[in-house]
């Protein structure tokens, strides 16, 4: 079945330090790619996403490039700061078959002033 | 202001006492959803609604009832709750127009039941 696997958490960076928060994904079909955040003690809330291969999706200072060849999912910002820390979902979502999305474990980010 | 109200938001009960989780969204959308959050596990669904009075399980429905008999609102029912099923829980909200839609979630804000 599908499925979604993200690197463990958690990271720890300085502020304005390089993020990158890795994402591979397996589907039978063609999936649209979300990347959603969760801040401390709130819900989901949808970062960016991407629906075709080589789409890039953007949001807040976020990118990640749908990446069929790879089957990957990468997110990435130049910058962080203090308030990016949050836990990271990496989830797809089949077009077919009951609407299903699949999230991958989360990834918590930790930025130290 | 589009979203999804979930409540209660915290609560503590004992092993057997029914309890139920409601969960409301004023945006018309058709699909409803919930998922339960445990660490190491990411989200995993348990049940979900792609219309009023259409409901189907997700991962893991045992232990847990839903209803969808209005558009809006889709109670999660724990009708013997036990320990094992401590845990944050998620309403999500989605619209389902064929060919529209994208998969974007909508997500309350929580509700962390603790069972002892």
């Known amino acids: 079945g599908d499925s979604v696997t993200q690197m463990e958490g958690p990271v720890t960076l300085s502020e304005e330090a390089f993020l990158t928060i890795n994402c591979t994904y397996t589907?039978?079909?063609?999936?649209?790619l979300f990347w959603y955040v969760q801040y401390p003690g709130e819900g989901l809330q949808l970062l960016l996403k991407a629906t075709k291969a080589d789409d890039k999706g953007s949001n807040k200072g976020f990118e990640a490039t749908y990446r069929k060849e790879t089957t990957s999912f990468h997110l990435e910002k130049g910058s962080v700061q203090v308030s990016d820390s949050a836990v990271y979902f990496c989830a797809l979502s089949e077009r077919t078959g009951g609407f299903k999305t699949i999230f991958g474990a989360g990834t918590r980010l930790f930025v130290k002033a | 202001e589009a979203q999804v109200t979930q409540n209660p938001r915290y609560l503590i009960t004992v092993t057997g006492k029914k309890l139920t989780v409601t969960c409301s969204q004023n945006?018309?959308?058709?699909?409803m959803s919930w998922y339960r959050q445990d660490p190491g596990l990411g989200l995993r669904q348990i049940y979900y609604?792609?219309?009023?009075?259409?409901?189907d399980k997700g991962d893991v429905p045992e232990g847990y009832k839903v209803s969808r008999k209005e558009k809006r609102n889709f109670p999660l029912i724990l009708e013997s709750p036990s320990p094992n099923q401590t845990s944050l829980y998620f309403c999500?909200?989605?619209?389902?127009?064929?060919?529209?839609?994208?998969?974007?979630?909508?997500f309350g804000e929580g509700s962390r039941l603790t069972v002892l």
């Open positions: 945006m018309n959308h058709e699909y």
């Open positions: 609604s792609m219309n009023v009075e259409v409901t």
């Open positions: 999500a909200s989605s619209s389902g127009r064929s060919g529209s839609r994208t998969g974007e979630l909508f």
């Open positions: 589907a039978t079909g063609y999936p649209s």
